[in-house]
Nanobody, 118 residues
């Protein structure tokens, strides 16, 4: 049973940095794809970044050059280093994952709030 637990959200000033982490505390098997989504009030949930391995990464255009996703495959943990944060990055950030047989992300964390003040 996959159980994703996020940590690291909070309040930061514009231009600052935060690091999010997400660990699968339930499954003993490796997950195929893990990523971060976010949802701001009134907006749809959107992909921020995803990672299968160190050579297979995907970033949304609005975070390229500012955010870095990384993964510890042994621990089934991913990290999102967020630099040069902007007020428009304010959202609830969700960790997501899918197994080797899943066509889309099916496992979701509870979300962590990131607030960037101007």
């Amino acid at each position: 049973q996959v159980h994703l637990v996020e940590r690291g959200g909070g309040l930061v000033q514009a231009g600052g940095s935060l690091t999010l982490s997400c660990a699968d505390s339930g499954s003993s098997s490796s997950l195929y794809d893990m990523g971060w989504f976010r949802q701001a009030p009134g907006n749809q949930r959107e992909l921020v970044a995803s990672i299968r391995n160190s050579q297979d990464l995907n970033y949304a255009d609005f975070v390229k050059g500012r955010f870095t996703i990384s993964r510890d495959n042994v621990a089934n943990t991913i990290f999102l280093q967020m630099n040069t944060l902007k007020p428009e990055d304010t959202a609830i950030y969700y960790c997501a994952a899918r197994g080797w047989g899943d066509l889309q992300f099916v496992y979701w964390g509870q979300g962590t709030q990131v607030t960037v003040s101007s």
